[in-house]
T-cell receptor, first 113, second 113 residues
């Protein structure tokens, strides 16, 4: 029944590793997003995909690579993890044409040691 | 560039008291405005939104917000706060055609019994 789901919920890893976060939505939306929430709770958009096409890329380091295999999925792969990547990553989705409300997933808490 | 300001970082109210959380935005065109709530360790839940029409909008959990164009504000209110309302509250504005959400820095609400 979960509208926007993310896996894993928690991710603890060492610096330099590569990791992926997966996001799935069952709302039938055609637009999906990745947001980063830092330790001060500030939320900032990273990427947005519409119908599997990248439409927003907010000057995120190229170590971050989003991939959208289909409209219901948007995964985030991070190479060579750094301490500063520690944050909560939220996936969201919306129906870009019919409305503007974004629905958020529960978040993935990433800790880089 | 668009921006959202939430001047109160932390607010404490007694249960049963009224609440007003402030939000000011900076955006050239008519904004789409949102309030989200984030409970500890949780994702973001939409409380309410304003797109057009009646400037007083009702949301879930007894919240309402009023859009005041002259003051560039979209303050969130609740007449009687419950202990379960303790959370982080984010104001956001949607700008552009790419559905990008710009968030404020959040207001942490603490409710005393």
């Amino acid at each position: 029944d979960t509208a926007v789901s993310q896996t894993p919920k928690y991710l603890v890893t060492q610096m330099g590793n590569d990791k992926s976060i997966k996001c799935e939505q069952n709302l039938g939306h055609d637009t999906m997003y990745w947001y980063k929430q830092d330790s001060k709770k500030f939320l900032k958009i990273m990427f947005s995909y519409n119908n599997k096409e990248l439409i927003i890329n907010e000057t995120v380091p190229n170590r971050f690579s989003p991939k959208s295999p289909d409209k219901a999925h948007l995964n985030l792969h991070i190479n060579s993890l750094e301490l500063g990547d520690s944050a909560v990553y939220f996936c969201a989705s919306s129906q870009a044409l019919a409305g503007e409300t974004q629905y958020f997933g529960p978040g993935t808490r990433l800790l880089v040691l | 560039a668009q921006s959202v300001t939430q001047p109160d970082i932390h607010i404490t109210v007694s249960e049963g008291a009224s609440l007003e959380l402030r939000c000011n935005y900076s955006y050239g065109a008519t904004p789409y405005l949102f309030w989200y709530v984030q409970s500890p360790g949780q994702g973001l839940q939409l409380l309410l939104k304003y797109f057009s029409g009646d400037t007083l909008v009702q949301g879930i959990k007894g919240f309402e917000a009023e859009f005041k164009r002259s003051q560039s504000s979209f303050n969130l209110r609740k007449p009687s706060v419950h202990w379960s309302d303790a959370a982080e509250y984010f104001c956001a504005v949607r700008t552009g055609t790419a559905s990008k959400l710009t968030f404020g820095t959040g207001t942490r609400l603490q409710v005393t019994l």
